[in-house]
């Protein structure tokens, strides 16, 4: 089986067989992957770190992930919305060491 690699000016991957990248355009980061109803977004602060990320397969969530130490009132519109929690209400995750 062969598959198809797209690229962007700058040589960043853009897309990948039936999956497509969208990147940041001041950064290059990877903000969206999608692909026949999947997608995985991702929100990263002003280092480049992952601070929160969200997959959902034809509109339904199936992860969702919000870093300690940023609130719901930091995160872009559509994901406070679609969570529906209020500003502030969220328990970072924790992992034990068993994980």
């Known amino acids: 089986m062969t598959e198809s690699f797209g690229y962007d000016s700058d040589g ?5 067989g039936r999956f497509t990248i969208t990147r940041d355009a ?3 980061l990877p903000e969206l992957v999608s692909a026949n109803g999947f997608q ?3 929100y990263f602060n ?7 990320a969200e997959t959902s397969l034809s509109g339904s969530t199936g992860f969702s992930m919000i870093s300690p130490g940023i ?5 872009p519109p559509r ?5 529906g929690y209020p500003a502030n209400s969220l328990t970072p995750m924790t992992m034990s060491e068993d994980c």
């Open 46 to 52: 002003g280092y480049g770190e992952v601070e929160g």
């Open 12 to 16: 960043l991957l853009t897309a990948a």
């Open 79 to 83: 994901v406070s919305r679609y969570q």
């Open 40 to 42: 995985m977004n991702r």
């Open 71 to 75: 609130t719901v009132a930091e995160l």
């Open 26 to 28: 001041a950064s290059g």
